[in-house]
C-alpha cells in the first residue's frame, strides 16, 4: 500500500508552520521572505522537516516522511559522516513533534544524540575561534565567521530538547549549560532578531530552572564523601528557586505572562520544586506529628505537604485552561511534562486520596501498547481473584517471580502510619484533591481532540493510533488503577483476621505512644481495613490483603513507571507504508 502524499503543497505547510509552529518552537525560523522552493533549495533537510510536522492532518503521510528523513540521516550522518546546520536544524525540527511517532524505537534519543554530535563536530557549543593544535598543525587555518542568530537559536534548541528529555524520560543525558550557552542568550535578549527570539530566551530560562530543581530533587546524585565544608538545608535552596522563579516570572513581557503554554511552564518547574514525597515511615510520622501539633516553621512537614497540594492543583487547573485546538500544535516538551504531573498525582493519590472520592467502578480499556507482557500478567490477576495466598504460585496457576517485595513496604509499621496520617489529612479541607474528576476532564478533552482530528482527517482511512486517542487511553487506564487499588484498600475490612486483632491493636497503640497521639484518634480505623495482616508471608500495605492476588495494581503504578512508554505503542515501523512518498531532495 502506498503513503499518501503531504496534505497540501509545500507553500501552504510552511505557512502553517510559519503561523502555528513555529511560535511554540522557536528554536528554527524560517524568514518570512524565503518561500518554499528557495528553502527546499537551500536547506532540503530542513524543509523536509517542517514539510513532516506540518503534515499530522495525514498521519500516514506524516509516518513515512519520518522513516524517510531517518532514512537520510542513516545514511548522510553515519555513513558519509555530513555535518550541516540543515541537518542539525530539521533534527531539531523533528525533536519538536516527536509525540506523533512512536518512541518505542529509540528515535527520540537518537536524534538527541545526533543534535548533540553535530553541536560538537561543527564548534557551536563554544565561541568561533581556532583550536592551539590547528593554528601549530595546519599551514594555513580556515578563517573564523561571526556566530549568527540562527546557529545560537540551533544550539539553544539543542540543549533545551537534551534537557527537556533527560529530565522527564531519564533515558540520555542532557547537555551542559555553559557559559557560551548564557552568552548566546544574553545576546538573543538584548539584540532579538524576531519577536520569538524573547519566547526562546525564556523557555530557556525556565528550563534551565527546572532542570536544576530536579537535580536538587534527584535520588541518583554522586555522593563524594563526607565534606567539612558546612551545607545549606534543602529548605534554603527551594526558598531560593523560588525567588529565582518569581523573578522569572515578573521579568516576563506580558505576551508572555498571558500565554497559557508559558504559565503551564512556569507551573511545571513549581511542581517539580513542591513534588509530592515518595512515601516512607519516617516522612509520615514527620507529617502527623505536624499535623497533630501546632508548628509555626516555614518549612514545617504540614507546610511542605499544602505547597504540594497547591502545586498540583494549579498545574492541572492550567493544563484545563489550554484550548483543546491548541492541543494539535503543543511540542513534545508539554506532553513530557503531562506524563510527569500525573505520575505525582499518582503519588498524592496513595498518600491522601480515600475510595469514597469515587463513585464507581471504572472499566479497565484495553492496553494498545503494542506487545506488553504485562498485559498477559493482568489477565492472570484477573482469573484468578481468589487465590490462596498459603498456595504455591504452581498449585495457584500464577507465574513465578510475579511478586516482588518493595523496600519501602517491608516494615508493616508503615500500613498503620498511613492509615492515621489519611485520617489526619481528611481533617484539612484544603488538602483535597479531586483526582478522579481531574482525570476525566483530561480523558475527555484528548477524546474531543480525537474526535475532531479524526474529522479534519486528510486520510482515506481512519487512523485509530494516534497520540490523541494513546492519551486519552492512558488516563483512563491510571484512573482504573488507582480506584481498584482504593477498591483493595477498601476490600481489607472485609478480610481482617479476626484472631490476629490483638497484636494488631497493639501494633498501632505502640506506634501512637512513639508518636504521642492520643488513643481516640485513631479509634476504628483498623476496621477500615488499612493495615497489613502479619499472618501473610509478605508483609506490604494496601496491596497485600488476606487472599488479595492484584498486588500489581499497586507495586507498578504507586511506584510511578517509565514516562517513555506513554508515547509508546502507536506506531509500528514495519507496516508504515513507505512507497508514495519523495525521499529528502539534495
Known amino acids: ?28 525560523v524560517i524568514p518570512p521572505n ?67 511517532h512512536c518512541c518505542l524505537h529509540g528515535q527520540l534519543s537518537n536524534l538527541i544524540t545526533l543534535a548533540g554530535s553535530l553541536i560538537g563536530d561543527m564548534g557551536l557549543g563554544k565561541p568561533p575561534g581556532v583550536h592551539e593544535r590547528t593554528r601549530l598543525m595546519v599551514v594555513r587555518p580556515p578563517e573564523l565567521h ?36 548564557q552568552d548566546c542568550m544574553r545576546h538573543l535578549e538584548e539584540h532579538p532578531e524576531y519577536e520569538s527570539d524573547i519566547s526562546l530566551v525564556y523557555l530557556v530560562k525556565i528550563q534551565r530552572l527546572t532542570e536544576r530543581i530536579s537535580e536538587l530533587n534527584s535520588r541518583d546524585r554522586a555522593s563524594e564523601g563526607v565534606s567539612s565544608v558546612p551545607s545549606a538545608p534543602v529548605s534554603a535552596y527551594i526558598l ?22 508559558f504559565q503551564l511552564l512556569l507551573d511545571s518547574a513549581r511542581l517539580r ?87 464507581g467502578k471504572t472499566t479497565m480499556p484495553d492496553d494498545p501498547s503494542a506487545n506488553n ?20 504460585p504452581d498449585k495457584c496457576g500464577m507465574p513465578r517471580g510475579r ?16 492509615a492515621v496520617l489519611r485520617t489526619q489529612l481528611q481533617t484539612q479541607p484544603g488538602l483535597m484533591i479531586n483526582i478522579p474528576e481531574i482525570l476525566s476532564a483530561i480523558s475527555g478533552r484528548f477524546e474531543h481532540a480525537n474526535a475532531t482530528f479524526q474529522l479534519c482527517s486528510a486520510d ?55 508518636m504521642h497521639i492520643p488513643q481516640t484518634e485513631c479509634a476504628g480505623l483498623d476496621d477500615m481495613g488499612l493495615f497489613a495482616d502479619d499472618s501473610l508471608q509478605e508483609p506490604q500495605m494496601e496491596n497485600n490483603w488476606g487472599n488479595m492476588a492484584h498486588t500489581s495494581w499497586s507495586t507498578d503504578l504507586l511506584s510511578g513507571f517509565d514516562p517513555s512508554g506513554w508515547f509508546d505503542g502507536y506506531v509500528d515501523w514495519n507496516s508504515v507504508p513507505m512507497a508514495g512518498v519523495h525521499p529528502v531532495e539534495r
Open 1 to 28: 500500500m502506498e503513503a499518501p502524499p503531504p496534505p497540501e503543497s509545500d507553500e501552504v505547510l510552511l505557512d502553517f508552520y510559519r503561523k502555528n509552529l513555529q511560535p511554540v518552537h522557536p528554536f528554527v
Open 273 to 359: 520544586l513542591y513534588e509530592p514525597p515518595v512515601v516512607d515511615k519516617n516522612l509520615i510520622r514527620s507529617l502527623s506529628k505536624s499535623l497533630s501539633s501546632v508548628s509555626m516553621a516555614p518549612d514545617s512537614p504540614l507546610d511542605k505537604i499544602y505547597q504540594s497540594s497547591a502545586a498540583l492543583t494549579a498545574w492541572f487547573n492550567s493544563w484545563l485552561s489550554l484550548p483543546i485546538s491548541t492541543y494539535y500544535f503543543q511540542t513534545t516538551a508539554v506532553g513530557s511534562h503531562l506524563v510527569y504531573s500525573l505520575v505525582m498525582l499518582a503519588r498524592w493519590a496513595r498518600l491522601a486520596t480515600p475510595r469514597a472520592m469515587y463513585e
Open 34 to 100: 524565503v518561500t518554499a522552493a528557495v528553502l527546499a533549495a537551500r536547506r532540503p533537510f530542513l524543509m523536509a522537516a517542517v514539510r513532516m510536522v506540518s503534515s499530522f492532518r495525514s498521519i500516514r503521510s506524516m509516518r513515512a516522511q519520518m522513516y524517510h528523513l531517518m532514512r537520510h540521516l542513516a545514511d548522510h550522518m553515519l555513513i558519509r559522516s555530513e555535518k550541516s546546520l540543515d541537518l542539525l536544524l530539521g533534527i531539531i525540527v523533528m525533536l519538536g513533534y516527536q509525540q506523533y
Open 460 to 514: 482515506a482511512e481512519r487512523v485509530n493510533k494516534n497520540v490523541w486517542m494513546m492519551t486519552a487511553l492512558k488516563v483512563r487506564i491510571t484512573r482504573a488503577k488507582l480506584e481498584k487499588w482504593a477498591e483493595l484498600v477498601s476490600e481489607g475490612s472485609e478480610n481482617m483476621h479476626l484472631e490476629n486483632r490483638p497484636e494488631t491493636d497493639q501494633r498501632m497503640a505502640d506506634w501512637q505512644a512513639t
Open 373 to 392: 507482557p504485562n498485559v498477559a500478567l493482568y489477565n492472570s490477576d484477573m482469573a484468578h481473584p481468589q487465590c490462596d495466598p498459603n498456595m504455591t
Open 146 to 181: 561571526g556566530r549568527s542568530n540562527e546557529e545560537r537559536r540551533a544550539f539553544a534548541g539543542a540543549w533545551y530538547w537534551a534537557s527537556v528529555i533527560s529530565m522527564n524520560f531519564q533515558r540520555v543525558e542532557p547537555m551542559r549549560y555553559n557559559g557560551y550557552l
Open 403 to 418: 511478586v516482588t517485595i518493595r523496600p519501602d513496604l517491608d516494615d508493616p509499621d508503615l500500613a498503620a502510619a498511613v
Open 240 to 261: 531560593a528557586f523560588q525567588n529565582e522563579l518569581n523573578q522569572i516570572r515578573d521579568s516576563m513581557p506580558k505576551h508572555l505572562k498571558d500565554d497559557k503554554t
